[in-house]
């Protein structure tokens, strides 16, 4: 007999295909309407695999209804939205797409620390109000990035990514991280920095350490505090990483120039929320990796870890892997 496979959102029929071939497939069918709590603890009951996306909260509670699970994949790099240890407990394998968005999203936090410096977004709407009456020569003015100084928080896939393309634009790139990277440190012309001197050294500071309790409020008041004043932050890690009213309030008292933001506390942000108040913050609904081609590869990359998993190999970004 086929296991079961539970998949937590409508994704591209070639995928199903392939899961097909290994799994009796249960699929939630809609691709814009996240699967209600219910539905899944009643399907998580009889699956063998989990097919998800980071807006699915899997925690103890729901594993502990879950006897016959042997394998969750995650639709993303980022595995925050799962309990790991609690998966670890139970035996349960989980994991990852890392590397296929790496370019793609590295593309995504430049597009965004450029839209910040330059005001891209605000100088767009002012256009279409019917602002624009004349050419002035102070009118919507920006920072330059060519020739600027960036900070990287967290100098993994890619943070080194974002590095390369800075190196483009004839910038100097400094980087803190957990560990040290003197390979890349010579590789790429970086410098390590203790993230105190990386905040006040940088016109362009990019957040790209995964989110966990460790780096819950990594930047908060204070560190706002540190950076210059024609600053730009840009988070496209996940949002609990910044203090997002510390950043309201750096933003809003010009403590900083802009922000640029993929990534929310609670997603989707909500409308009132009062960071989109501000005209020097660039809001997007967490599209980093969000190319169609990178997004069909995660897919196929989360089934192919599933599909392994479930024949007793061993998946390829199995996350919590035994030492
Ligand atoms: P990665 O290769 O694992 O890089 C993360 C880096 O952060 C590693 O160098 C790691 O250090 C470092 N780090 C971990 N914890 C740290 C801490 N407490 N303090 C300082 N540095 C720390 O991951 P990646 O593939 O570059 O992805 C990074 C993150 O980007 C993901 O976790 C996800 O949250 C986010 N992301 C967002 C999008 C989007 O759509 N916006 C898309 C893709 C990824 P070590 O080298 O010591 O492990
Ligand atoms: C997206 O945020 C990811 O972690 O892949």
Redesign the pocket.
């Known amino acids: 007999m086929k296991p079961h496979v539970y998949v937590t959102r409508k994704i591209d029929s070639d995928i199903v295909a392939k899961l097909n071939e290994a799994a009796e497939v249960s699929m939630w069918p809609e691709e814009d309407v996240p699967v209600p709590r219910e539905v899944l603890e009643r399907e998580i009951r009889h699956a063998d695999g989990l097919f998800c996306l980071l807006t699915e909260k899997i925690d103890d509670t729901l594993l502990a209804g879950a006897e016959r699970l042997s394998v969750i994949a995650n639709m993303?790099?980022?595995y925050?939205n799962i309990d790991v240890a609690a998966a670890s407990a139970r035996g349960i394998k989980v994991t990852n797409t890392?590397g296929v968005?790496?370019e793609t999203?590295a593309d995504?936090t430049f597009a965004l620390l450029m839209a910040a410096a330059r005001r891209l977004v605000e100088a767009s709407d002012y256009l279409r109000r019917g602002d624009w009456v004349t050419w002035s020569p102070m009118q919507l003015t920006g920072q330059d990035v060519y020739g600027a100084r960036l900070g990287i928080?967290?100098?993994?896939?890619?943070?080194e990514a974002l590095a390369r393309r800075a190196d483009a634009f004839g910038m100097q790139v400094s980087y803190?991280?957990?560990?040290r990277?003197p390979h890349a440190e010579e590789r790429l012309s970086l410098t390590y920095a203790e993230m105190d001197d990386l905040l006040r050294e940088s016109d362009f500071v990019c957040i790209?350490?995964?989110?966990?309790p460790?780096?819950h409020g990594?930047i908060g008041r204070r560190e706002l505090s540190l950076m210059k004043s024609t600053a730009v932050l840009v988070n496209?890690?996940?949002g609990g990483i910044v203090d997002e009213a510390a950043l309201y309030d750096a933003l809003k008292s010009k403590t900083i120039w802009a922000a640029g933001l993929?990534?929310f506390e609670r997603e989707p942000v909500a409308t009132d929320h009062p960071l989109l108040t501000l005209p020097n913050v660039v809001a997007l609904p967490?599209?980093?990796?969000?190319s169609v081609k990178t997004r069909l590869r995660m897919g196929h990359m989360a089934a192919d870890n599933l599909i392994q998993a479930l024949q007793g190999g061993t998946p390829p970004n199995w996350v919590n892997r035994p030492e």
């Open positions: 993303a790099v980022g925050n890392p968005l790496t999203t995504l928080i967290g100098l993994g896939r890619i943070g803190y991280s957990r560990t990277k790209l350490v995964p989110y966990s460790d780096t990594l496209t890690s996940r993929d990534v967490h599209i980093g990796s969000a």
